[in-house]
């Protein structure tokens, strides 16, 4: 089962990369390809950052389209492809976040802050998948399963909503070295999955 | 670099990928970065698959299909255009052909998008020689461009080795309206062909729903612009499989669509 996961996900890589490289000879097949793989996960993505279907809706757009224009700037030696996109979603998300709060604070004369995780999110974990990551993402989430509710608490937080360590232990009123200590140790354990390792050189 | 030093800036690492460090502590570590710190860069790279991780634990959903649409129509008005005269192309969800009578058998459905393909190629290359410097018709080309898109896109559904199909029939009494739908269960590609339903109004658009578990899921807008129209529609579904699927239902909700039905339901149909 992990060896099954971890060859989809080079396998993946590879083909990642292969599209990448015929996005930048202008194909746009190979475009709508990456797009049917990857539009799934990155929508709820921004949906999560920015709890709006309409912003999470041009996240994707302004990703793929930057994809399409800019595909050079991705550099195989600072990982894969789909590492990437996941960057840079996350900070199309935030620019759309600041763009938001700006205009807010222009309206009210405050800002607000990303929306938290509707309640039911930790039950759709282990729910739908996309069918090309499969094996892959079932694989992930087993292995996460080793994350304490605390741990993931913390990284999607810190990820999705942009806390600092020290608003968290404020607001979870749990104290800073703890905080610090559970992070460090929740993304060892992301890293510790075996997909991950086997990217290691 | 002392080894302290170099320690003190591998712990910038995480909150480097977090988005965390100040204005000044980013640049000062991004200035280290610059130096060819292979230790901080792997441990970046490492970070950046670990968090990237975090994203698949979430509920997959597509993006309306709308989208992919518009996205493709931005793409072919980006190549055709010089950039600073890029002009926003209309979305084209749908292919709308001449009221139909109703059709009995899938071919008729396959013959169509031959022929349909072949026209609008043919349509494209006299457009391509012709009229390529006016503005308006750049805009022609690029919306064709999508049509001839989308029309690869159902035929590489329709041609896919394993295609289901499912009836939708008019909710109300004595209407014309009917609909079908065929899909790929692998990659949940899907064709919705929809016929004679109503043109909506300006601030609504139709809406297909997949009923999963006694839940109504969103599955895709869908515009009609024309009376007793033949469209078709391509959507990514959020399940393929038959068996997770309990039937397909088509109603009219405000323009964006809704997270759940709002509207009367027009067009059901169950798979069980």
Known sequence: ??????????????????????????????????????????????????????????V?????????????????????????????????????????????????????????????????????????????????????????????????????????????????????????????????????????????? | MKTEERHAQLELCIPYVFGRLNPGNRKQFEAHLQTGCEQCKRELAELYEATALLPLLLKQEAPPSGLRQRLLSRLSSKRSEPPRGTKPTPQRDVVETPAAQKPSHSWYLYASVVMGTLIIIGLLFFLNDQLRTTGELEKKLNDLQAQVQQQQDILGILQAQRVEMLQLASVEAGSEAFGRIFWEPEKRHAVLQIVNLPAQPIDKQYQLWLMKDKKYLRAGEFDVNKEKSNVFAVMTLPVGERQEIEGFAVSLEPRGGSTEPSGVIQLRGATK
């Open chain 1, 1 to 58: 089962m992990q060896q099954n996961a971890l060859a989809q996900r080079q396998q993946c890589d590879r083909e990642d990369a292969d599209l990448l490289r015929r996005i930048l000879r202008a194909d746009q097949r190979a475009l709508t390809t990456l797009y049917d793989r990857y539009a799934p996960v990155f929508f709820p993505f921004g949906l999560r950052m920015t709890g709006s279907h309409e912003v999470a809706e041009e």
């Open chain 1, 60 to 201: 994707v757009h302004d990703l793929f389209l930057h994809v399409w224009e800019k595909g050079n700037s991705y550099a195989p030696q600072n990982g894969s492809v789909y590492a990437w996109l996941t960057a840079l979603c996350r900070m199309k998300a935030l620019e759309k976040m600041r763009t938001t709060n700006q205009k807010k604070k222009g309206n009210n004369g405050e800002g607000s802050q990303p929306r938290g995780a509707p309640e039911s999110e930790e039950k759709q974990v282990g729910q739908e998948t996309v069918l090309t990551l499969k094996g892959y993402t079932e694989e992930v989430r087993n292995s996460l399963k080793s994350l304490s509710k605390l741990e993931l608490r913390l990284l999607e937080l810190s990820y999705y909503e942009g806390q600092s360590q020290s608003d968290l232990a404020r607001m979870l009123r749990i104290p800073l070295g703890t905080i610090k200590a559970k992070m460090r140790r929740g993304i060892q354990k992301l890293r510790q999955t075996p997909a991950q390792e086997g990217k290691r050189p």
